[in-house]
C-alpha cells in the first residue's frame, strides 16, 4: 500500500466521529514501533517528523523511504507529515521527497502574512497531491525552535478560524484550546466551548498539538468534537529514554539489538494505548 494522502484519512475520520494518532518519528527504531504499533492494532497512523527530526535520519528522502519500506511489507495505512515546517523551502523539499502532507507553521505572524504563506503552502503541496494542515493561535510550549509562553498562547478565534479556511483552501486546521507542546506546568484548562464553536463553523479536520500529558477524558470530548487529529511526541520520547534507561541499569554491555529491544516495546506499547484511547471517544 503506498503512503495515502493524509486529508483522505482525516476527513474519512471526521465524518465518522474518529481521530487519529500523529506520531513523530525520528530514526528507523521510531519509524519501525509506530508499523509495530500500527500491525498490532489495525489502526491508520500518521507518521509526522519536524526538519530537525527528519534530519536526524539523512533528510526528507531518507526518512520516505524507510517508512515507505514498512509501510509496503506490512500493509498497513498511513501518511507522512512535515510537522512544524518553518520555511516554505523546507515545504518544498518535503513534498518533492515524497511526504504526503505538510504543515507551514505560520501561526507566529500576523494573520494577514500566516494566510499568505499557508495559501502558498496550498499551491506548492496540492501540486504533488499532499495535504497541508495550517495553524491559527498559539499553543503554549516549544514548537520546533520557537518557544512559545504560555502567557502569550492565544487561543483560536472560531470566526477568524472559517475566513482562514476559506481563504488559505488548506485541508486541516490546528487550533489552540490550551494544550501544550511538552510538560505540562499545572493543571491542564482545555476550552471545549471554543473547540465546539470552531468546529460548529470549520468543516474541515481539526487537529490538536500538545497531545501529551493531556488527561484521556479530556482528549476524548476533544474527539467528540470534531478533532480527527491529535500530535503526539513528548510522551513517546518519554517511553523511549525511559526504556533506554531500564537497559542501562540491567544491560550493563550488550549487543545494541539487547539494549534497545526494551526502550523499543516501551514505545511500541505507548502508541497502542494512545491509539486505544483515541478509538474509545
Ligand atoms: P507533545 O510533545 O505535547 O505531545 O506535542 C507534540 C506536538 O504537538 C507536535 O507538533
Redesign the pocket.
Known sequence: MPLLPMHMLLREARAEGRCLAAL?CWDSTSVRAIAAAAVRTGAAVIFQASPAEYALPGGPEALRALLEWHVERTGISAALHL??GMKLTEVEECVRAGFTSVMLDGSHFPYEENVRLTRETVEIAHDFDASVEGELGH?A?L?GDISVSEEDALQTDPDQAADFVAQTGLDCLAVAIGT???VYRGEPKINLERLEQIAARVDAPLVL?????TPDDLVRECIRRGVAKI?????LQQAWLGGIEDSRKTNSISAPGRFYAPAFEALVQRIIEKIELFRSA
Open positions: 513523530e510537522d512544524h499553543v510550549g514548537e501544550v507542546h511538552g498539538h500538545g497531545g501529551s500529558g500530535n503526539i511526541c513528548t510522551e
